[in-house]
């Protein structure tokens, strides 16, 4: 397999794992507080949760959303939906954030082990791997650095 096929796959794997994690978000919503603890959601959304007002809901679609756009951008950079705006400085985004999440978790289990769950752990690799393929993706595929002369905006 080359390099590019590695790069398309991995960023077919960064929107599946973007998608999941919409409608598993987006799922706390008709389940409740317990979905929200189960996610280790902030104690302010599950108390509006419980509560039954409505920052946890509002909360909950705006990171779905912001989900949503990294599956799409995702998605454009592998070229199987037209590029979206901005697609270079999105990817590198999305990259930095997932790296950055992935490796932030790792330093917080050693720093509060009592909040290490096995759900903690598979999260922060998995947000670690996206970041690396994203990385590889825009170097693979030729994304970033922008060539001289194309549209910084592609």
């Known amino acids: 397999m080359n390099k590019e096929k590695i790069a398309i796959f991995g960023l077919l794997f960064v929107a599946l794992m973007a998608s999941v ?4 978000h987006m799922a706390c919503i008709p389940l409740g507080e317990s979905c929200y603890r189960a996610q280790l959601a902030p104690e302010v959304l599950v108390e509006s949760a419980r509560n039954g007002t409505m920052i946890a809901p509002i909360a909950t679609v705006m990171v779905s959303a912001l989900f949503a756009l990294c599956a799409a951008y995702a998605l454009a950079g592998a070229g199987y939906i037209n590029r979206l705006p901005l697609t270079n400085w999105a990817l590198l985004t999305i990259a930095i954030l997932c ?5 932030t978790g790792g330093i917080l289990s ?24 994203t990385f590889l993706a825009l170097r693979w595929l030729a994304i970033w650095p922008p060539q001289r002369g194309s549209a910084i905006n592609t």
């Open 21 to 24: 994690t919409v409608v598993a």
């Open 99 to 103: 790296t950055l999440r992935g490796l």
């Open 110 to 133: 050693l720093v509060l082990p009592e909040l290490v769950t096995f759900f903690s752990v598979v999260a922060s690799l998995i947000w670690l791997i996206c970041g690396v393929l």
